[in-house]
């Protein structure tokens, strides 16, 4: 969406101007206006022009004689007297006249008005000028008058251009969405057969999934005036301004009908009401009550459908989402590999490709990325591109980029030791080699120990085959397994181990409390939920649910399951101790090898042995 935004220039850049128009009018204009330029001459070439008749009007001043010429535009000139007792006779020869030349002095009143109070009303004019200005820009006249006023900006279709062409996936979301603008546009055919739109729709996923963007299409689709405000922008300094603005955004809303009102991040002012507390809440309470008030008090066959957006609808208030206010709930989901390949194609057309790219490929690979994670990745592609030099983007530049985002930048300038260059080919061969040892694992397409700002040191990428929404208990049970191949490879060819192996202990842990407390995985437990999550969208941390003597169990089974893990790291890893030493010598001197160099390698060695 585009808001023209007014220059933002310090005041003192204008007083400069002020200044400097006030320099200029002194020394240049008012001079020539108020005082004519006096030339001096001699007394020789005064007395020529007066026998040539030149000379239009004289006045004698002390010891100077001020005189004018006959030119439309008449010169002034000055020339000192001599003791010339004839000059009077001569000057009423060449009929010239007596009388005030040049005024000496400037009128005292009008060299007052000009020296004092012209700056004075430059000054209160400019003064008012800016204020006005700024006002404006805080979305009002007076502030007296308009405090609370609210500052939705108002779209209508031509300003977004953003059509549900360009949101990619998220049909189910486009289909409710699409009903809406239909009946923006035809209530018509709704009111006839008896249907009522639903007054609100809450647009809830995770962060980058597009719901802004959702909500910007339908302003684009829609042809009817599109309200935009997030939800941060009702929290004001002073207690009652968010709940005028809530009013003011609703009377603006009614009179515009019909018309989309959209309230973005609306956690913000929605959150669960508590009647504990210090009452330190008072604002923000009254402008969710005023919110609930408004969406009750409007008519909704009048056609202004709400929509609002959030990543945390559990932490809303229940009130907000009874049927009349948001009774439509439009799940806003990551995007599942047709949908990220759809995604990757719409943001790709704003960039030249090459001819090898494969978007199911990188679709794959980028699994569990948001919407916008991935027009990031195509946009880091175009510019890795650009520093090579190339007029388009290949497969490679998608496939880096993808890294980029998910571990960061190359890190070329970070050199690491010989030795530690040795320990993380090591630690990412052990990675790959448990995951390829076991059936179930998915193949490894890259391995890499060139370092990442986000300070992983080296990086296996694992792609699934397909789609996967199912996870069989073994299977989850050799991702640990695959977790703790890292370490395991340090462990057998070092004798030590090193800090490298911290984030797959904490996946692998993740991994193995949710087996027990959410999958119900173990023989112990069973079927009980013992982990409730308290915020699905936004890293889905979970809370126990259950005794302390439960929850010390299953930390301790936990600790089983990885360490029975950890056991079958450890058998692979020495049963295939030649691989793991070939490969990491392999990968140590490469440092990045792909996946079918890997596969190649390990079955080599497979064949030679049998
Ligand atoms: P949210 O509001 O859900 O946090 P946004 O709508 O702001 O996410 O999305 C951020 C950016 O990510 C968008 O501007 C768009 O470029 C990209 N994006 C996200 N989801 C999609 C999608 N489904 N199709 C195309 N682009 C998407
Ligand atoms: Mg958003
Ligand atoms: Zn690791």
Redesign the pocket.
């Known amino acids: 969406m585009k808001e023209v935004k007014p220059p933002k220039k310090p005041l003192i850049f204008y007083y400069f101007i002020v200044m400097l128009v006030m320099m200029l009018l002194n020394s240049f204009l008012f001079p020539r206006l108020l005082k004519p330029q006096v030339e001096s001459v001699d007394y020789g070439t005064f007395l020529d022009m007066v026998e040539e008749k030149q000379v239009k009007m004289v006045q004698i001043e002390g010891e100077y004689i001020y005189f004018v010429d006959k030119q439309e535009t008449p010169a002034y000139y000055r020339t000192t007297t001599f003791d010339d007792p004839e000059l009077v006779e001569r000057l009423r020869q060449s009929e010239c006249t007596f009388g005030r030349v040049v005024q000496e002095e400037m009128s005292p009143i009008l060299s007052f008005i000009i020296s004092w109070i012209l700056p004075i009303v430059i000054f209160v004019a400019l003064g008012q000028w800016l204020s006005s200005r700024l006002m404006k820009k805080m979305g009002g006249g007076l502030p007296s008058m308009q405090f609370g006023k609210s500052n939705a900006k108002i779209y209508v279709e031509s300003t977004t251009g953003i059509k549900f062409s360009?949101?990619?996936?998220?049909d189910e979301a486009k289909e409710v969405l699409t009903e809406i603008v239909d009946f923006l546009h035809n209530s018509q055919k709704y009111q006839e057969i008896g249907a009522s739109m639903p007054k609100g729709a809450l647009?809830v996923?995770?962060?980058?999934?597009?719901?802004?963007?959702?909500?910007?299409a339908v302003a684009g689709e829609a042809n009817v005036p599109f309200f935009s405000i997030s939800g941060s922008e009702f929290v004001e300094m002073f207690v009652g301004m968010g709940a005028a603005k809530v009013r003011d955004l609703f009377k603006q809303a009614n009179e515009k009908a019909p018309c989309i009102v959209f309230i973005?991040e609306i956690d913000t002012i929605g959150k669960k009401r508590d009647n504990g507390g210090m009452g330190g809440n008072d604002e923000r309470e009254q402008t969710l009550n005023q919110l609930l008030t408004e969406m009750d008090g409007f008519d909704g066959s009048k056609g202004v459908v709400i929509l609002a957006?959030t990543?945390r609808p559990e932490s809303l208030d229940p009130a907000l989402l009874r049927p009349g206010r948001f009774d439509r709930r439009v799940p806003?989901e990551l995007?599942d590999l047709a949908?990220r390949e759809?995604?990757l194609k719409?943001?790709a057309k704003k960039v030249k490709l090459g001819d090898d790219i494969d978007f199911n490929a990188i679709a794959r690979a980028a699994s569990g990325a948001?919407?916008?994670e991935?027009?990031?990745m195509v946009n880091e592609a175009a510019l890795r591109a650009v520093r090579e030099g190339r007029q388009y983007v290949t497969q490679a530049d998608l496939e880096e980029s993808i890294e980029v985002v998910i571990a960061g930048y190359q890190k070329k300038n970070k050199v690491l030791s010989d030795k530690e260059k040795l320990i993380v080919s090591y630690h990412e061969i052990g990675h790959a080699l448990v995951a390829a040892l076991q059936t179930h694992s998915a193949p490894v397409t890259k391995i890499t120990i060139i370092p990442r700002t986000s300070g992983a040191l080296g990086y296996t990428m694992q792609v699934e085959e397909g789609e996967r929404n199912l996870m069989s208990k073994e299977e989850i049970e050799n991702k640990i397994a695959t977790f703790t191949g890292g370490r395991v490879a340090e462990k057998i060819i070092f004798k030590s181990v090193t800090t490298g192996a911290s984030n797959d202990i904490e996946q692998a842990t993740k991994l193995a409390r949710a087996m027990i407390t959410r999958y119900g995985m173990s023989e112990e437990f069973g079927m009980v939920a013992l982990e409730t999550v308290t915020n699905q969208y936004l890293g889905g941390d979970a809370s126990l649910a259950c005794s302390e003597d439960t929850a010390k169990e299953i930390d301790r089974k936990v600790i089983e399951t990885v360490k029975r893990q950890y056991e079958k790291a450890e058998k692979l890893l020495t049963e295939n101790k030649e691989k793991l030493h070939e490969l990491a010598k392999y990968l140590y001197e490469k440092e990045t090898i792909t996946g079918e160099e890997f596969m190649k390698i390990l079955n080599e060695e497979q064949l030679d042995e049998n």
């Open positions: 360009d949101v990619a996936g998220e647009l996923g995770p962060p980058g999934t597009g719901k802004t963007l959702l909500a910007k973005d957006a990543n806003v995007p949908g759809a995604i719409v943001h948001s919407g916008a991935l027009a990031n």
